[in-house]
């Protein structure tokens, strides 16, 4: 069985001839990682569902042009935050609401489920008060696990740039969470 | 004990967000596939309205030329004048360049009237 990468570059291949079988696979294989990414940017189930359907057919449309020169994994990610960008210049500002969160409780004890549930929500409301940059950034390396010169390329800047972003994304995160921390 | 209260700011900044990581939707990679059908379907109806549209164009365009313009008319003019039985039998005769000469330019005799005269 090939490696995920080396399959990815097959099956847009077949895209590209007008494979549907062949975009199903690949939308199944990548979709719940852009959902989530999304998600955590727009703060919006629905609307991460729109873009990452955005974002599919725009590879379909760039298939027959893409050169595999990064995984498909970050060059979706580089597609998603191009239409984030478009769609906060569409809005006109920036998602300031809480997501739509439901925890999925990984303890046993009811009282630890609220507890990481109530956690969850103070660091999604938290990460939506960010400024986009900074979300963006703490979302590609904490959340997508992303090295930083995934996301300077994705994020068309400096590695130097990312690097500042995520420190200050760190503290205003910390601040902004002070009532759970404290001053550690 | 996996508590989250003893965690570091860090940790529990990752876990939170790695929480959100993966989001998968059923039926979704269907959904994707239907809209890009519709989006091929609505690409193969512009391109042929467009052609058709060509096909229109070119249509009017041949029936607009094919009507007799002012060029073609005047052309058909000169064919007629060329068919002129007495201009013809003057050109047989050898004379219409002196005919030509001797005659007014705004009320030129026929040939017979010039070999009438001549011969009296």
């Known amino acids: 069985m090939l490696p995920d990468d080396d399959d990815d570059k097959r099956l847009m291949t077949l895209v590209a001839e007008g494979d549907d079988d062949a975009l199903r696979l690949l939308v199944h294989r990548h979709h719940a990682r852009l959902v989530g990414y999304l998600r955590g940017e727009v703060g919006s189930q629905a609307t991460a569902e729109e873009l990452a359907m955005e974002v599919f057919i725009r590879l379909h449309r760039a298939a027959a042009r893409w050169r595999p020169e990064a995984k498909l994994s970050t060059y979706l990610i580089h597609i998603a935050h191009n239409l984030v960008l478009n769609e906060w210049r569409r809005r006109g500002r920036k998602p300031t609401t809480a997501l739509e969160f439901a925890a999925e409780p990984g303890d046993t004890s009811q009282q630890s489920a609220r507890r990481v549930a109530e956690l969850d929500e103070a660091f999604q409301r938290a990460i939506a008060q960010l400024p986009p940059e900074q979300r963006t950034a703490i979302l590609l390396v904490v959340q997508q696990e992303l090295p930083y010169e995934d996301i300077a390329e994705i994020m068309g800047v400096p590695v130097s740039s990312v690097k500042t972003w995520i420190h200050r994304a760190r503290s205003r995160l910390r601040e902004l969470l002070k009532d759970f921390y404290g001053n550690q | ?120």
Request: glycine letters at 4%.
């Open chain 2, 1 to 120: 004990m996996d508590n989250p209260h003893n965690k570091t700011f860090d940790q529990e900044l990752a876990a939170s967000l790695s929480r959100g990581r993966s989001v998968a939707v059923p039926g979704f990679a269907d959904r994707v596939v239907a809209a890009v059908r519709a989006a091929r379907r609505r690409r193969v109806v512009l391109r042929w309205s467009s052609v058709a549209t060509a096909a229109a164009a070119c249509f009017v365009a041949i029936l607009t030329l094919a009507s007799p313009t002012e060029a073609s008319l005047n052309r058909q003019t000169l064919a007629l004048v060329a068919r002129d039985e007495s201009a013809q039998f003057a050109d047989l005769l050898g004379a219409a360049d002196d005919l030509s000469l001797l005659s007014p330019a705004v009320d030129k005799p026929s040939v017979v009237e010039v070999l009438n005269a001549s011969g009296s």
